[in-house]
């Protein structure tokens, strides 16, 4: 068995490599002139585990590729599952992305495994997949840390509830209430945040409009302090100027997506899934 590493992928791919104590297959990438991709690997394993988000298209070619350059069995371990959140047809006519993604995948992959994936709706698509949890992790980083945990909206609240028993902190999520016909606020459900130092956990920032809409609200509510962290740092649009400008101290991320803010690897959790 050896790891095949893809480009969107390169630390936690060796980080699961070592864990696993698996050899690295030497592969090689290429982006021809006029953008068309190439892939070659050398291996003559006949058991093949491939570590690769799905950040962007080009993401998904690759990944292609490596399926057919393969031989043998193979483990798809897609750490950010993109494409996830267009899980239903929203409007007459739509593709739903991530059907469209579970078939390719599952169409050469014997195992699927990904962190996280954006809802219940979006893994119904798969036949089998194994969906690891990243929020034990981000509780153990917070282990210690005089905080409030809080989910920027319901939906979040058992993820942020996981994280906060392991970090051993209190947590809440913002409900929004109707004050009027007119006029919607969101409010922590029970907790008061004045003087607190709170933590926005969600599952991915992507253009950070959730966070951003949290932490003004928080800081209006009179918190001290206020960062966020998440399991996938998608951060399009420039999102960490946005968050740093709305007086967010600090982004934590884990390396499903690799950023300079992806200070929690889910790499043990991956490997043990493996
Ligand atoms: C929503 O379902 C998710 O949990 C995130 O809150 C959302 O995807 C974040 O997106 P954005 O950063 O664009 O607000």
Redesign the pocket.
């Known amino acids: 068995m050896d790891l095949v590493i893809c480009p969107s992928s390169p630390l936690l791919g060796k980080r699961i490599a070592e864990l696993l104590e698996a050899k690295i297959a030497a592969v090689q990438y290429r982006k021809f002139p006029d953008g068309e991709l190439y892939v070659r690997v050398e291996s003559e394993e006949d058991s093949h585990i491939v570590v690769g988000s799905l950040c962007s298209s080009d993401d998904i070619v690759l990944l292609n590729l490596l399926f057919d350059a393969l031989k043998g069995r193979i483990t798809a371990l897609i750490p950010y599952m993109g494409y996830a ?1 267009q899980d239903r047809e929203f409007l007459k006519g739509e593709a739903v992305s991530i059907r469209v993604i579970a078939k390719m995948i599952e169409e050469r992959a014997d195992k699927i495994i990904t962190v996280n994936i ?2 219940n709706k979006a893994k119904e698509n798969f036949k089998t997949l194994i969906d690891v949890d990243a929020m034990p992790k981000i509780g153990e980083h917070f282990r210690g840390r005089d905080i409030i945990m809080i989910s ?2 319901k ?2 609240a058992d993820r942020v509830k996981t994280a906060a028993n392991i970090a051993n902190c209190e947590w809440d999520w913002l409900e929004k209430m109707r004050i009027d016909a007119h006029t919607v606020e969101i409010v922590p459900k029970n907790l008061d945040v004045k003087d607190k130092n709170v933590l926005i956990v ?10 951003v809409e949290a932490a003004k609200k928080l800081y209006e509510l009179g918190a001290k302090r206020v960062e966020v962290a998440c399991v996938h740092a ?1 951060l ?1 649009d420039f ?1 960490a100027i946005k968050l740093f400008s709305t007086g967010i101290a600090d982004i934590t991320a884990t390396d499903t997506i690799e950023r300079i803010f992806s200070k929690i690897s889910v790499a043990g959790i991956l490997a043990e899934a493996i």
């Open positions: 959140r954006h809802s920027p909206d939906g979040s969600d599952d991915m920032i992507s253009t950070g409009g959730t966070v998608v399009t999102a």
